[in-house]
């Protein structure tokens, strides 16, 4: 099984998907990692703020970290394997990676729940009752 590991750089919340204004880049970053996990693909990601033991313990994150700084996040490692820093790959760039077909990486079109921010959604209906849970 392909092991993808992504390490953030600091955010308020585990996905950064969060706050009043989120970055839409960072929303399609989450659905892709989501996808991944539904294809079989191990997905483990971490955050400097919450997890920084982790950045610590991994050679190539602490080393690009030392020469880079922040701007060496996020780090994408495949199987052990850098593949990515300093942005956040597509879903076909992690697809491939992953040893997927470029015939799954169609996304599945879902209706827009609208976000309130970090602390769930706008409306409360059927799909859309949970929190977060980062606030």
């Known amino acids: ?5 992504v390490f953030d750089p600091a955010m308020c919340c585990s996905t950064g998907v969060c706050g009043p204004s989120v970055d839409p880049q960072l929303v399609r970053f989450a659905a892709d990692l989501d996808w991944l996990k539904t294809q079989g693909v191990s997905v483990e ?29 996020p780090l994408v490692r495949v199987d052990g394997e850098v593949k990515s820093i300093g942005v956040y ?16 990486t169609k996304p599945e079109v879902k209706p827009e729940v609208k976000s309130a921010g970090c602390c769930g959604p706008a409306k409360a209906d059927a799909t859309a009752s949970k929190k977060s849970g980062c606030c």
């Open 1 to 5: 099984m392909t092991v993808i590991r």
């Open 45 to 73: 990601r971490f955050n400097l703020s919450q997890q920084p033991a982790a950045f610590a313990e991994d050679a190539a994150v602490k080393a690009a970290l030392e020469t880079q700084g922040e701007a060496g996040l």
């Open 89 to 104: 790959p597509s879903r076909d760039e992690l697809a491939a990676w992953a040893g997927l077909s470029a015939a799954a």
